[in-house]
């Protein structure tokens, strides 16, 4: 499979300067929550039971009359974003079954018309998310499963595709004027119709002009379009294939983000108990920074709107981690060296911290590559001093066995 899967030509993209201060903090915020909510939530099957189970539309149609997510409360999702360390949210308002979880006046299969509820969660959560400062991102589904207008023809054609394209201009419209400034349109389900013409350009160049310092994210697995100014990894770290979505796709020079569940699916599944543990999480995360990258951690709340609590406790235990040695993860840069089976190290202007992640049975680490001068060394929080060792071929540190530390020894390095 190539990388280079579009296939119309593009016109040259020239990020605005609030476009580039806007990538800047997003790369700054480094860790983010995603979640995944809608109607699916109602089977506790993940957001792809519609398909899995071949649920006939009008049947799947009948969950919006079950959900009535009365527990749902913004303050409480915020709550737990910011106490896990938390940056961002990004949120689902359109999944490939097509419901669309805010109130849009494009159609009727939205949470306003077709659910009791209500009450629009996206409105809900921009409200707290401003007053807390977090920033909020949209998640918006190409692939749809449910309208005719997406639909093929005997032939093999779209048989009405240009209205589907407005169709989602109409609600990226809504998404882009009714819920104050939005951080980022995350796009996802390209790969559905790799050589269908997406219409892109018109797409992209709507959403930088009616709000020019949102950032646009298309998770398709391929090499970046012109027009996108974050490039995403699902269930992979940059530049790796290991959740096999990636083929052959290379890092650009755009900020780059890793995208992960926390147990197995995306949206609730009551099944999916084979929890990652708060160190895989951390691993995850310092991991993704080695690499420059963010982690946008998912969860998928409840169909009563809650998040469920195994997440809730591990996110917790995260927030501890992250509030102690945060230091060494936000505003930092990566790309310092290759990952090493031992770890990876983050960047801060002088300031380097080499993440021990898996310590190895010898008495030191090496880093290979690091040209830097090194003037000292020390603990994470300052106060023992650490052994090392520069040669030509890289650097010896030895850390301390009292250092120990069940998650990821941090050593500081200061260079000149
Ligand atoms: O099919 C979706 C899936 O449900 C989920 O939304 C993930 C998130 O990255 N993306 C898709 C697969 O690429």
Redesign the pocket.
């Known amino acids: 499979v190539s990388a280079q899967q579009y296939s119309y030509p593009m016109p040259e993209y020239v990020p605005t300067a609030g476009n580039l201060e806007a990538r800047k903090e997003f790369q700054n915020m480094k860790f983010g929550m995603?979640i995944?909510w809608g109607v699916y939530s109602v089977l506790g099957d993940?957001?792809?039971v519609m398909h899995q189970q071949k649920i006939k539309l009008d049947t799947y149609k009948k969950l919006t009359k079950f959900f009535n997510p009365q527990d749902f409360n913004a303050k409480e999702w915020v709550q737990i974003a910011k106490s896990a360390g938390m940056k961002y949210i990004t949120i689902?308002s359109r999944?490939?079954d097509s419901f669309s979880m805010f109130d849009t006046k494009a159609t009727d299969y939205d949470i306003i018309d077709a659910t009791r509820f209500n009450r629009d969660p996206l409105k809900e959560l921009a409200e707290e998310c401003k007053k807390e400062g977090i920033k909020l991102n949209f998640?918006y589904?190409l692939?749809d499963w449910a309208r005719e207008d997406y639909k093929l023809g005997k032939k093999g054609d779209a048989v009405n595709w240009d209205n589907y394209i407005k169709f989602m201009k109409t609600q990226l419209t809504e998404l882009l004027t009714n819920y104050g400034e939005i951080g980022c349109i995350w796009f996802?389900?390209h790969?559905d119709r790799k050589q269908a013409n997406w219409h892109y350009d018109e797409i992209y160049s709507l959403i930088h002009e009616l709000s020019p310092n949102t950032l646009i994210a298309n998770?398709h697995?391929i090499q970046p379009i012109p027009g996108e100014d974050i490039q995403?990894f699902?269930?992979d770290l940059p530049g790796e294939n290991k959740g096999g979505?990636s083929h052959g796709v290379q890092i650009s020079q755009l900020p780059l983000e890793s995208?992960a569940t926390m147990a197995k699916?995306?949206?609730f599944n009551i099944n999916d108990n084979k929890y990652k543990s708060t160190k895989q999480l951390i691993n995850f995360l310092v991991n993704a920074a080695g690499k420059n990258g963010n982690l946008l951690l998912?969860v998928g709340p409840m169909p009563n709107g809650e998040i469920q609590p195994e997440f809730v406790k591990t996110l917790k235990e995260v927030g501890e981690w992250t509030s102690k040695y945060g230091e060494s993860i936000y505003g930092t840069k990566g790309g310092v060296i290759k990952s090493q089976d031992w770890g990876t190290i983050t960047k801060k202007d002088k300031t380097l911290y080499v993440h021990i992640l898996n310590p190895s049975s010898e008495p030191y680490i090496f880093i290979p590559e690091l040209n830097e001068k090194i003037r000292s060394a020390t603990s994470f929080d300052g106060k023992t001093k650490i052994k090392f060792k520069q040669v030509k071929e890289g650097t010896f540190i030895y850390p301390q066995k009292n250092l120990n530390n069940s998650i990821d020894v941090i050593i500081k390095l200061i260079i000149k």
């Open positions: 995603f995944h993940g957001e792809w689902t999944h490939h998640y589904s692939l996802d389900g790969w998770n697995h995403t699902e269930r979505f995208c699916s995306w949206g998912n």
